[in-house]
């Protein structure tokens, strides 16, 4: 079973709409970051949430931190194709020597 | 960001033979390197956390004398998958621990076919 459940699973919107995507689980995270991957690449560090309630902005992407720090939210405002990619949330949990817990990813696709 | 390489980022082999693959945090030493394997349309999946010095802690369900780990310095962790068979054909990517709590840098990933 995923400890941090991702939705949704696939995504496809036109070039210049908005889109969420969310992170849920039941435990708690020290700290929350974001990724997103291309085929046959490694994923790439967009963001890290620390503090319950943090919104964090970069340009066209806002990402928040849920108070609890149980969940997480990625919205891209007027999406790009180039924005299309997997979108990897993870959560470290405290004494955990820095391990991740995935969730299962969210594809999206940016049509132009 | 910190910026992490793997070698060789394709590899074919024939079934039954041993393959290596470095993992090398650039710019930055990483005491804690972690190794992931990834299949198609999948999320990441954690087979073993590798410090420097000591041995590394493997995934429950990954088998440590087929997936050998080996973190001999500050920014050198290998992965050697011991006779490769095809259904240890994936996409196999390493990360290092940043110095924010829960920060992972990825490698660009290394695409293993065993025919």
């Known amino acids: 079973t995923q400890l941090l459940e991702q939705s949704p699973q696939f995504l496809s919107i036109q070039e210049g709409e908005n889109l969420t995507v969310y992170c849920n689980s039941s435990s708690v995270f020290s700290s929350l970051q974001w990724y997103r991957q291309e085929p046959g690449e490694g994923p790439v560090l967009l963001v890290t949430v620390v503090t319950g309630g943090e919104v964090k902005k970069l340009k066209r992407l806002t990402f928040q931190f849920g108070d609890a720090r149980k969940d997480s939210s990625l919205h891209i405002t007027a999406a790009q194709p180039g924005d299309t990619g997997l979108y990897l949330c993870?959560?470290?949990?405290?004494?955990?020597?820095?391990?991740?817990?995935f969730g299962a990813g969210t594809q999206v696709v940016v049509t132009p | 960001g910190a910026v992490v390489s793997q070698h060789p980022s394709r590899v074919i082999c024939k079934s039954g033979t041993s393959v290596k693959i470095e993992c090398r945090s650039l710019?930055?030493?990483?005491?804690?390197m972690f190794w992931y394997r990834q299949f198609p349309k999948q999320s990441l999946m954690l087979m073993a956390t590798s410090n420097e010095g000591s041995k590394a802690t493997y995934e429950q369900g990954v088998e440590k004398d087929k997936f050998l780990i080996n973190h001999a310095s500050l920014t050198l962790s290998t992965l050697t998958v011991t006779s490769a068979h095809p259904e240890d054909s994936s996409f196999y990517i390493c990360s290092a621990r940043g110095l924010v709590p829960g920060t992972q840098y990825f490698g660009p990933g290394t695409r293993l076919l065993v025919l």
């Open positions: 710019d930055f030493q990483a005491t804690t």
């Open positions: 993870a959560g470290a949990q405290a004494d955990s020597w820095g391990k991740l817990q």
